[in-house]
């Protein structure tokens, strides 16, 4: 059994998820956290940042990572749902919006085409032209 309110002691190798670990331990020893604070941060923000003020504060640390660390996008992990989810929509993102941070409109439906990507050839169809083609040229091939 390890003392909780001591630095956190070196731990045996594990054959479990390494990344998220990685990341939490080296966190921990960076901030010299002890047991019972790093259970408290992992417990409350599941190893992630967290965020914890008025809309206008939570924009302001988003916008703060976007631009001085060249964040592309944020996962949210409200700690109560749907409530946490809809208050995050109903409040952050428009302040966002309001700072140009976040879009106020799309493109179209779907996240290809958002992004710009072609729509992939359908192989069905693909196949029923290459058929085709080759049912014509065995037809000409033949005459």
Not at 91 to 118: A, C, K
Request: charged share 25%; hydrophobic share 40%; proline share 7%.
């Amino acid at each position: 059994m390890y003392p909780l309110d001591e630095p956190l002691p070196e731990l045996a190798e594990h054959d479990g998820a390494k990344g998220r670990t990685e990341v939490i331990l080296r966190t921990a020893r960076r901030d010299n956290l002890t047991l019972r604070q790093l259970y408290l941060q992992v417990a409350v923000a599941r190893g992630h940042n967290v965020i914890i003020g008025t809309p206008s504060q939570v924009a302001d640390e988003m916008e703060a990572w976007f631009e001085g660390y060249g964040a592309d996008g944020f996962n949210i992990l409200p700690p109560v749902f749907p409530t946490g989810l809809e208050e995050f929509v109903e409040l952050v993102v428009p302040e966002l919006q309001r700072r140009g941070l976040f879009r106020t409109e799309y493109e179209g439906r779907t996240l290809r085409h958002h992004i710009g990507l072609p729509y992939p050839e359908h192989r069905s169809a693909a196949s029923s032209i290459e058929s085709a083609e080759f049912a014509a040229n065995e037809d000409i091939a033949a005459a």
